[in-house]
């Protein structure tokens, strides 16, 4: 069974970070790529970031760029995203998803687009709430 887990979110004030981890298990983690998605209320759900778990190349949305970092540890098959400077528009649900096409992550990080239906597998999410 495939899975996807999220954990990290939590309540922080405008400027501060947080580190959000994704678990992945039940499929061949360097055969896919990972992104970084969330979804404010009322709101589309977006691309953040995404990284490929074979050559760990790494990718962002323009409004994160510079203050959001993408990583993976292989051998726990664990994807983070490390977020600083955080700004009250950051506040949103956040959920890792993983698909085998690195592409079509590229597309939905690097574009605004409804990602939903986008990726393979999701994860449930993590809330992010940044106070002004």
């Known amino acids: 069974e495939v899975q996807l887990v999220e954990s990290g979110g939590g309540l922080v004030q405008a400027g501060g970070s947080l580190r959000l981890s994704c678990a992945a298990s039940g499929f061949t983690f360097d055969d896919y790529a990972i992104g970084w998605f969330r979804q404010a209320p009322g709101e589309e759900r977006l691309g953040v970031a995404c990284i490929s778990s074979s050559d760990g190349s790494t990718y962002y949305a323009d409004s994160v760029k510079g203050r959001f970092t993408i990583s993976s540890d292989n051998a726990k098959n664990t994807v983070y995203l490390q977020m600083n400077s955080l700004k009250p528009e950051d506040t949103a649900v956040y959920y890792c998803?993983?698909?085998?096409?690195?592409?079509?992550?590229?597309?939905?990080?690097?574009?605004?687009?409804?990602?939903?239906?986008?990726?393979?597998?999701w994860g449930k999410g993590t809330l992010v709430t940044v106070s002004s």
């Open positions: 998803a993983a698909d085998r096409d690195l592409i079509q992550a590229i597309m939905l990080v690097t574009t605004t687009r409804e990602s939903r239906d986008g990726m393979d597998y």
